[in-house]
């Protein structure tokens, strides 16, 4: 069972980061928070039922996206491996980790995810050249969404 106060501030970060929706799991228990306008609705779900997770942790504890498959004519899809706000460089003064144009390889930091006050340097998964950047800096960001198109090599 979930303890209410934990639940409680579960929304009170949901409200205060403006996200819509939180899939926690631990091995005990489950639960999926989604708001809809002023609403908030809770799931608890049990771990049997729960799907795997896409984004994995390396050995330095950097998260890394998921690479989706190519897309017709733009390219690899790089996505977001969490809920957070996005940032294109490491502070507003410096220049950003990639532009348009730029080469990649698997280990290139592509962007910075802020989640909880923690910034996650998220590498770009496939080999090419950056097409596009579909997130502008500062917005936020959900689990799965695109945030760069890569030309593959």
């Known amino acids: 069972m979930i303890d209410i106060r934990k639940l409680k501030e579960l929304v009170k970060l949901m ?3 403006d ?3 939180m899939d ?3 091995t005990d228990e489950q639960v999926t928070i989604r708001r809809q306008g002023d609403t908030v609705v809770t799931m608890p ?7 795997p997770v896409v984004a994995s942790g390396s050995a ?3 998260l890394e996206p998921a690479v989706t498959a ?3 004519e733009d390219g690899i899809e790089v996505s977001s491996p969490m809920v957070g706000t996005f940032y294109i460089a490491q502070d507003p003064d410096s220049p950003p980790f990639v532009s348009v144009g730029d080469s990649i390889s698997e280990d290139t930091t592509v962007c910075i995810i802020e989640a909880m ?3 996650n340097e998220i590498k770009a998964q496939c080999k090419g050249t950056v097409t596009k950047v579909l997130v502008a800096t500062g917005e936020p960001v959900e689990f799965g969404q695109a ?3 890569v030309k593959p090599q």
Not at 45 to 51: C, E, H, K
């Open 24 to 26: 926690l799991r631990d």
């Open 15 to 17: 409200v205060a980061n």
């Open 19 to 21: 996200l819509s929706e």
């Open 70 to 72: 190519p897309l017709e």
């Open 45 to 51: 779900a049990p771990v049997a039922l729960a799907a």
């Open 117 to 119: 006050k923690i910034f």
């Open 147 to 149: 945030l760069f198109l």
């Open 60 to 62: 330095t504890g950097v």
